[in-house]
């Protein structure tokens, strides 16, 4: 059973505009959820991350929303830039954890 | 620093001989992850240290795969008699924090072919 879901494997939006990627858990008991990009031929590389206790966070461009009680969070990324292209993986952890488990990936295209 | 460093790059293995890969984590890091991911999937955790000390395996990690971290610095991760579902992509990642609260410095990863 997968715990962690995205249930969107692509993405395509226009510079500038707004990217937002979901992510669904099952797992209530999860306390921390991580957002990762990937390049091709490199490992992914963490971006932001939320712990349960908080609803929103913010880093830059980045921002994260989490809503508990749906098991949903999703990432915003505004405005959007064509370097921003990479598969972008959800992961979600318990507190003091060293694991994580992963979604499968959304791949968002930024187009010029 | 150099980041996560990963080798081999690439592996191309005969079914049924034996693989290693190294990992060389961030010096500072105290905790080494290995995680495996195949195509169109996330990554897949299988192991974990803190400093020597293996605190955690996957029920997926086969007893095929060995791990180990000799000194708390790099780990080598083994794969005995391979088969064609080993080909994948490992991945090591290296963390000051937990990683999975924190988040990890991955490595580019070894992609293993099993023919």
């Known amino acids: 059973d997968q715990q962690v879901k995205q249930n969107s494997p692509s993405l395509s939006v226009q510079e500038g505009r707004i990217s937002i990627l979901n992510c669904d858990y099952t797992n209530s008991m999860f306390d921390y959820f991580l957002w990762y990009k990937k390049y091709p031929a490199e490992g992914p590389t963490f971006l932001i991350s939320?712990?349960?206790?908080?609803d929103k966070n913010e880093d830059g461009r980045f921002t994260v929303f989490l809503n508990k009680s749906a098991k949903h969070l999703s990432l915003h990324i505004v405005p959007s830039q064509p370097g921003d292209s990479a598969v972008y993986f959800c992961a979600a952890s318990y507190t003091n954890a060293g694991k994580s488990t992963f979604g499968d990936g959304t791949t968002l295209t930024v187009k010029p | 620093d150099t980041g996560v460093s990963q080798d081999p790059r690439h592996k191309i293995t005969k079914r049924g001989q034996n693989v290693t890969f190294r990992c060389d984590p961030i010096?500072?890091?105290?905790?080494l992850y290995w995680y495996r991911q195949t195509l169109g999937q996330g990554p897949e955790f299988l192991t974990y240290?803190?400093?020597?000390?293996?605190?955690?395996k996957s029920r997926l990690l086969s007893d095929r795969f060995s791990a180990e971290r000799p000194k708390g610095s790099f780990s080598t991760l083994e794969i005995q008699r391979t088969e064609q579902g080993d080909s994948a992509m490992y991945l090591c990642?290296?963390?000051?924090?937990?990683?999975?609260?924190?988040?990890?410095?991955f490595g580019s990863g070894t992609r293993l072919t099993v023919v």
């Open positions: 939320i712990s349960s206790i908080k």
């Open positions: 010096s500072e890091h105290n905790r």
């Open positions: 990642a290296s963390s000051s924090g937990q990683g999975g609260n924190d988040g990890y410095t």
């Open positions: 240290f803190q400093n020597e000390a293996q605190l955690e």
